[in-house]
Every structure is written in structure tokens, then in C-alpha cells.
């Protein structure tokens, strides 16, 4: 059978180059564009397509053809007469916005030492790009959520005991210790909304020695008037031999104010609350712990 032969006046990879022909089968689904010694484009994958705008008949178009950036570099390429490093140039989009696409480039040679095809991968960095601010902003969101709500649940613990206080210094005209208490309280509201206005970054906890006793009293006192309200029985059994631990005093307070509302919200008029406290001893190299327990019927 006789062959058609190829087109004379137009180029053909060389023989010997190999690598010309094997980039080309690897990078089919990438975008490839050849260009032989006359500079005429030779190769224009489907993405490569997409990513320059151009379509197939560009193909046996001289390199100029190319968007501006890209015909650049093909044309230090051919002048330096060997492949570039890795080069980030900017192409514009179908929709006017502009693409950041990294260019590979591979050359081949004759025996003179001169190119005879430029080869270059295009790599479109945009997508992945937006991929990550997009994640990087759904991130933030769901912290922002998340924060949000936990943020809101311990300003309403709070403004409940607050109120409550507020009511009964009214009945009492001022009384000290829960002067104090409201005191106290109002600071902690102010500390919880310095948080959420620091969405960017949550603050570390603030660790310092903690005597758990006082504070799981401090917290008790919090809820007594609910507890009242609803006849709930308090049972107290604090047996820990040693309550110093080191925490946040207030988070570990919004822990317990969490757990001892939930508590009183989910009981029933005459139901029953116990708190109460245990020292672990120590077991080979686990110190001793303490142990709070808040069960409620």
C-alpha cells in the first residue's frame, strides 16, 4: 500500500526526539502547545484552546498568533535557544477577568544545537487558587458560626444570673456580697464579647491556678434562684482532697454554668441536683486527678 507522504513545506518532529513526542502523548488532557523551527504552531491541545482562546486553526499560525505574555516566552525561548525555567504570566479570561497560568517549557535540538520545537505545558493556578480562598472563607464562616452561637449561649448564661442579682439587689438594698457578684459577672460579659469581636483569632485560654471548689460555688450561687424557682434540691458532696488545678477560671465557669442550667431546664418541679467531687490517686505515671460529677434526675 502506498502512504501519503507528508507535506513537504511543513515541519515534522525530528527522528531522534523522543521526548517531543512522549510529552505530547503525557500531556494530552493538559495544555500543550508545540511550536517547530519556523516558530509556527504546530500542537494546541483542547485546554490549551480554552486556556488562550484560540481554536484549532491556529494550528500552522506563527507564534505571534499566541496571546501576548505566551508569545513572549516562546520567543526567548527560540533566542536563548533552550527551555526557560518555570515562568507565572497572566492570560486573559473569556470573561475579561485574568488567569494565572504557570508555563513548563521543553525544547528539542539538532545536531547544530538548534531548536527545532518548543513545547509548552500550560498549568491554569487560578482555579486552584479560588479553590482555596473559597475554602479559606468557608472556613472562616463556619468559625464565625460556631463561635457566634457557642458566644451567644454563654452571654444569655450570663445576662440570666445577672438579672436574677439585679432583682434581688433591688429587694435588698444594695447588699454587698451580691454588689460583688454582679460585679463580677458584668466583667465576665464584657470578657465574652471582647471574643467574639476578635472572630480573627480566638484568644488562648488564660491558665492559672484554680481552686474548683470555690468556683463550682460561685457557679451554684448563679443558679440558687432557679433552683428555688422550680423546688430543685441541691445536693453538695465536694470530697476532692485537693482542688487546685491549674485553668481558665472563667471558661471553666461557663462549663459549669452550661452544664447546671441544662440541668435545671431539663428537670421537673422537685427534682434533685448533685454535685460533687473526688481526688483520683496516682497510677505509675498518671498523677493524681480531679473528678466533678453533675448528675440531676
Given at each position: 500500500?502506498?502512504?501519503?507522504?507528508?507535506?513537504?513545506?511543513?515541519?515534522s518532529?525530528?527522528?531522534?526526539a523522543?521526548?517531543?513526542s512522549g510529552t505530547?502523548?503525557?500531556r494530552?488532557?493538559?495544555?500543550?502547545?508545540?511550536?517547530d523551527?519556523r516558530?509556527?504552531i504546530?500542537?494546541?491541545?483542547?485546554?490549551?484552546?480554552?486556556?488562550?482562546?484560540?481554536?484549532?486553526?491556529?494550528?500552522g499560525q506563527?507564534a505571534t498568533?499566541l496571546?501576548?505574555?505566551?508569545?513572549?516566552?516562546?520567543?526567548?525561548?527560540?533566542?536563548?535557544g533552550?527551555?526557560d525555567p518555570?515562568q507565572?504570566?497572566?492570560?486573559p479570561?473569556?470573561?475579561?477577568e485574568?488567569?494565572?497560568?504557570?508555563?513548563?517549557?521543553?525544547?528539542t535540538?539538532?545536531a547544530?544545537?538548534?531548536?527545532t520545537y518548543v513545547?509548552?505545558v500550560?498549568?491554569?493556578?487560578?482555579?486552584?487558587?479560588r479553590?482555596?480562598?473559597?475554602?479559606?472563607r468557608l472556613?472562616?464562616?463556619?468559625?464565625?458560626?460556631t463561635?457566634?452561637?457557642?458566644m451567644?449561649h454563654?452571654?444569655?448564661?450570663?445576662?440570666?444570673a445577672?438579672r436574677?442579682?439585679?432583682d434581688?439587689l433591688?429587694?435588698?438594698?444594695q447588699d454587698?456580697?451580691?454588689?460583688n457578684?454582679?460585679h463580677?459577672?458584668?466583667?465576665?460579659?464584657d470578657?465574652i464579647?471582647?471574643?467574639?469581636?476578635?472572630v480573627?483569632g480566638?484568644p488562648?485560654?488564660?491558665?492559672?491556678p484554680v481552686r474548683?471548689?470555690e468556683?463550682?460555688?460561685?457557679s451554684?450561687?448563679?443558679?440558687?434562684?432557679?433552683l428555688?424557682?422550680k423546688?430543685?434540691t441541691l445536693h453538695?458532696?465536694f470530697?476532692?482532697e485537693?482542688d487546685l488545678?491549674?485553668?481558665?477560671?472563667y471558661?471553666?465557669?461557663?462549663?459549669?454554668m452550661n452544664l447546671?442550667?441544662?440541668?435545671?431546664?431539663?428537670?421537673s418541679?422537685?427534682?434533685?441536683?448533685?454535685?460533687?467531687?473526688e481526688?483520683?490517686?496516682a497510677?505509675?505515671a498518671?498523677p493524681?486527678q480531679?473528678?466533678?460529677?453533675?448528675s440531676d434526675?
Open positions: 500500500m502506498n502512504r501519503p507522504q507528508p507535506n513537504s513545506e511543513k515541519s518532529p525530528p527522528a531522534d523522543e521526548s517531543y505530547i502523548r503525557e494530552q488532557a493538559c495544555a500543550v502547545i508545540a511550536l523551527d516558530r509556527q504546530t500542537v494546541l491541545s483542547p485546554e490549551a484552546e480554552r486556556l488562550t482562546g484560540l481554536t484549532a486553526a491556529a494550528i506563527p498568533r496571546p501576548a505574555a505566551l508569545a513572549q516566552v516562546a520567543t526567548e525561548i527560540f533566542t536563548a533552550k527551555a518555570d507565572q504570566i497572566n492570560l479570561g473569556p470573561g475579561g485574568t488567569r494565572l497560568v504557570c508555563v513548563h517549557s521543553a525544547v535540538v539538532n547544530a544545537g538548534a531548536v513545547i509548552l500550560l498549568h491554569d493556578l487560578t482555579t486552584g487558587l479553590g482555596d480562598l473559597n475554602l479559606r472556613d472562616r464562616l463556619a468559625n464565625i458560626g463561635l457566634s452561637a457557642s451567644a454563654e452571654v444569655k448564661n450570663a445576662i440570666v445577672v436574677t442579682f439585679v434581688l433591688l429587694e435588698k438594698n454587698a456580697e451580691l454588689a457578684i454582679v463580677r459577672e458584668m466583667k465576665r460579659i470578657g464579647v471582647s471574643q467574639m469581636l476578635r480573627a480566638p488562648k485560654p488564660n491558665i492559672a474548683m471548689h468556683a463550682l460555688d460561685h451554684l450561687r448563679l443558679v440558687q434562684h432557679q428555688d424557682e423546688l430543685i453538695k458532696a470530697a476532692a485537693s488545678v491549674a485553668g481558665d477560671l471558661q471553666l465557669e461557663q462549663a459549669f447546671l442550667l441544662n440541668a435545671v431546664e431539663a428537670m418541679t422537685n427534682g434533685a441536683l448533685t454535685v460533687s467531687t481526688q483520683l490517686p497510677t505509675g498518671q493524681a480531679f473528678r466533678l460529677t453533675i434526675t
